[in-house]
């Protein structure tokens, strides 16, 4: 080729193994850099610049990817959905006299492995179907930065049953206030009231059953989290996932203050 140039990049989309969206209408999306079309079994991603390669495309459009990802799990599930990438379209924008509509077709198919989420050492799983009517949303103002990630990795851990929910909340709480050097500045950076993340601190490091409390108490009576504090630490871990993503992707953004209102009431049983 003499003047390679890639149209687009086509992944496949990998549906989990207990869920569907057969009836969910497809999505599209245009940012800066791609337009992007999906269906049930494809997402097209239109390249808006120039790349001569696909791997310079793919440069652009996973960082993307990852973001969406993250979005799949906070929305639905970890595992609903996966974009595995398959070929790239790429022409030549200045073939040769004899054979100018050569249009060269690079395919680079991914393996992937569909996995239970069960418990480690379940004797029986019971998979209940979920057959969702939409996609999960693209990702608007978000950017799957370093933190995110690795919050999200967390949070994707505890819902795969392999680590508690106190250790998984008490590490993402660590790493907003390690990269903003404290709680206190935590709070004023990602536009969050005090009082929601002290809370957190609190119900993590106290709080839980023998298999989950991260503290052993002084008195050794241990505190086990009642349901609605459960319901609001995940609420609360997964805004705070979503939350690192918007400060990531504009430091300088008027975020929304997140208060205790926000999420589940503590005070009802």
Not at 149 to 156: A, N
Not at 217 to 227: E, I, T, V, Y
Request: aromatic share 8%; net charge neutral.
């Amino acid at each position: 080729m003499n003047d390679p140039h890639v149209k687009a990049l086509y992944y496949q989309v990998v549906v989990g193994k207990d869920v569907d969206y057969n009836k969910a209408p497809p999505l599209s999306e245009t940012t800066d850099a791609f337009e992007i079309s999906l269906d049930g079994k494809t997402a097209v991603f239109k390249m808006k610049q120039h790349y001569s390669t696909a791997d310079e495309a793919k440069g652009v459009v996973e960082q993307y990817v990852r973001a969406w990802s993250i979005m799949v799990g906070l929305e639905q599930d970890p595992g609903d959905l996966q974009l595995v990438f398959d070929h790239a379209d790429i022409i030549d924008r200045s073939p040769d006299a004899s054979n100018k509509n050569v249009v060269n077709l690079q395919a680079h198919l991914s393996a992937h492995v569909v996995v239970s989420d069960s418990g480690i050492g379940s004797d029986s799983v019971i998979s209940l179907h979920v057959s969702r009517d939409k996609y999960p949303s693209f990702p608007k103002n978000f950017s799957a930065s370093p933190d995110a990630e690795t919050m999200y990795l967390r949070y994707k851990t505890y819902r795969q049953k392999r680590e508690p929910l106190t250790a998984m909340a008490y590490m993402c709480l660590t790493i907003l206030e390690a990269g903003a050097g404290g709680r206190k500045k935590a709070a004023r950076q990602y536009s969050i009231d005090y009082e929601v993340l002290g809370t957190l601190g609190k119900l993590t490091s106290t709080k839980g059953d023998p298999e989950e409390v991260r503290k052993f108490p002084n008195d050794g009576k241990f505190d086990s989290l009642r349901p609605k504090e459960k319901e609001w630490i995940v609420s609360v871990i997964k805004a705070l996932i979503r939350r690192a993503g918007e400060y990531a992707y504009d430091p300088k953004a008027k975020l929304k203050q997140l208060s205790m209102k926000d999420f589940p009431d503590l005070a009802t049983s």
